[in-house]
């Protein structure tokens, strides 16, 4: 089997996407073409990177994703095609793959160097759809590009830990369907520095921005928040709660929310995109 997966800021209601894999399929008639997502913010790096790193491993190895998120050919942007953990990445060369990486070495990286191969009226997808179907077919990276070494290295919106380590400092990356909230610390990271210690996540009460109590535990899942009391789990609704979630990130949630109706972590508590999030060791 022959897997594209998309991911992309597109959206739904144009005839982006549909073209894209109108494209694919001309080129490749018997790929296997999968959505990740077109609902990325637009030009949202840390975003898509998220999406992609929370994704890619539920498919088979060789499966090549095509990331559609400001994917403009300029002198600040080369396109680059990348092998890790036996996948295929294909992206501008904005963030996104480094971001996805965590200063992990990849297999193998290549600028993708066969713009001049393709009609004068290609597009930057175009270029793209081209090395996925390449790829997907069995094709080598050495045929579409040229080795590099390294990849813009971003620098924002990474989680810090204090000289003391003290302290971990991120910010919110994503907020997803059900108003959880999705910070940059992972739990790679958390155990590094907590080492057994007792900790505190300090956050604000909604647009009033009044302190409420701190979250002191980290949970495996949502309804571990009644772990340590004999109340049934209906008692918790509305409660805030953190967890380390199925893509190994800290995510500060409200115990069955519903965003329409009742509200959820991100209105609650007042936070968005890039907000900060501390974790107090102490």
Not at 129 to 149: F, P, S, Y
Not at 243 to 263: H, K, Q
Request: glycine letters at 6%; one cysteine or more.
């Amino acid at each position: 089997m022959s897997i594209i997966t998309l991911t992309t800021d597109y959206g739904l209601k144009d005839h982006f996407v549909g073209a894209l894999k109108g494209k694919i399929v001309s080129e490749f008639a018997n790929a296997t073409i999968i959505d990740i997502s077109h609902d990325i913010d637009p030009f949202n790096t840390s975003e898509a990177s998220y999406i992609i790193g929370a994704a890619y491993a539920h498919f088979p190895k060789g499966t090549v994703h095509l990331i559609g998120i400001d994917a403009e050919f300029n002198k600040e942007n080369q396109h680059v095609a990348m092998q890790w953990n036996d996948h295929y990445f294909i992206a501008a060369d904005n963030g996104i793959l480094s971001m996805l990486l965590q200063h992990q070495v990849p297999q193998k990286l290549v600028a993708i160097t066969i713009h001049d191969r393709l009609p004068t009226d290609a597009t930057d997808l175009d270029v793209f759809v081209t090395v996925a179907c390449h790829l997907a077919k069995g094709g080598l990276l050495n045929v579409v590009g040229k080795e590099i070494k390294t990849l813009k290295q971003v620098t924002e919106l990474q989680a810090t830990v204090s000289a003391d380590k003290n302290t971990i400092k991120g910010n919110v990356i994503y907020i997803d369907h059900f108003g959880n909230v999705v910070t940059n610390i992972t739990k790679k990271l958390f155990l590094e520095i907590a080492k057994g210690r007792p900790y505190e996540i300090p956050l604000m009460q909604g647009k009033s921005q009044k302190k409420s109590n701190p979250i002191k535990n980290i949970w495996a899942k949502y309804s571990d928040i009644s772990k340590s009391t004999n109340y049934a789990l209906k008692n918790y609704e509305g409660d805030k709660l953190a967890i380390f979630n199925e893509a190994g990130y800290l995510e500060i949630a409200i115990f069955r929310s519903n965003p329409m109706s009742v509200g959820s972590a991100s209105s609650l508590l007042g936070l968005g995109y890039r907000d900060s999030i501390t974790i107090h060791f102490l």
